[in-house]
């Protein structure tokens, strides 16, 4: 399975951003799809995820201005970002968590970046 983001790039603070991640391939038994995002010179943290439950999870720094939403029939998890900041910047990877016959698998996407200018 592979997952492709796309929607980064360069946005002024402020402005809005809206990520796209899609599967390769119908993938079954998904437990959660989410963002996840890695700033320059920190670790990668949570953005946001959906169970297949639809219960949402959105990081401290991104509630409120973060909106997650899938489109299950498409494989599809977007990232819609209302009001963008300078700390945004960051290069932001799209997650599938997967339950297999042998535990819980995560896959990721080669992920994208998104610079906000002040």
């Known amino acids: 399975v592979q997952l492709v983001e796309s929607g980064g790039g360069l946005v002024q603070s402020g402005g809005p951003l809206r990520l796209s991640c899609t599967a390769s391939r119908n993938i079954f038994s998904i437990t959660s799809m989410g963002w996840y995002r890695q700033p320059p010179g920190k670790q990668r943290e949570l953005v946001a995820t959906i169970t297949s439950g639809s219960t949402t999870t959105y990081g401290d720094s991104v509630r409120g201005r973060f909106t997650i939403s899938r489109d299950i029939d498409m494989n599809m998890v977007y990232l819609q970002v209302h009001s963008l900041k300078p700390e945004d910047t960051a290069v932001y990877y799209c997650?599938?968590?997967?339950?297999?016959?042998?535990?819980?698998?995560?896959?990721w996407g080669q992920g994208t970046q998104v610079t906000v200018s002040s």
């Open positions: 997650n599938v968590r997967v339950n297999t016959d042998f535990g819980v698998r995560n896959y």
